[in-house]
């Protein structure tokens, strides 16, 4: 009986699949994606194949909440408060201007836009990018809903520190 439960317990745990666990990050790469993410076909000389371009975070949770921190850390609230916008556009919608697949999003940040958005190449790390890409696409529900964060921080009460004393309440 004991090795009926031991090779299901066995069978138990190789069954399960778990999120891969980065926690060493390769080092940057050399040279930025220059033509990774295009926005359209028209350009001169032809139509160029399109590169491929690995999103390392994709249905990671820890690269979620990590972005989640990042977002906050960079201070991007400042200008997109929590995705809703404010003196940046809003990042919780349908159809982005420069395209909402990752690396459309990567190369934003790296290269930033012009009216507002700043070039982050070179201050952030990439992978610390690619964090908050994973963020971003999780807002508008593009990552897996077991990976995503349920509420953001930001919406979580602080909590206070109160002596209290037996018999009165507050």
Not at 58 to 74: T, V
Not at 105 to 132: A, D, S
Not at 145 to 165: G, V, W
Request: charge should be positive; include cysteine.
């Amino acid at each position: 009986m004991r090795v009926l439960a031991a090779l299901a317990c066995v069978i138990a745990l190789t069954g399960c699949q778990r999120e891969r666990r980065d926690l060493r990050p390769a080092p940057p790469q050399a040279a930025i994606y220059g033509d990774a993410a295009r926005e359209g076909t028209l350009q001169p000389g032809g139509v160029l194949p399109a590169r491929a371009v690995a999103y390392p975070a994709s249905q990671n949770a820890l690269a979620i909440s990590e972005g989640q921190r990042l977002f906050a850390w960079y201070n991007c609230t400042g200008c997109h408060s929590h995705g809703g916008g404010g003196i940046g556009p809003p990042l919780i919608k349908e159809h982005w201007i420069y395209g909402g697949e990752p690396e459309n999003i990567f190369e934003t940040l790296v290269k930033g836009r012009p009216n507002g958005m700043p070039t982050w190449g070179g201050r952030i790390p990439e992978y610390q990018m690619w964090q908050i890409v994973a963020y971003i696409r999780s807002m508008n529900h593009l990552e897996p809903q077991s990976a995503s964060p349920a509420r953001a921080d930001s919406l979580e009460p602080s909590p206070t520190i109160q002596n209290k004393r037996a018999g009165v309440t507050r």
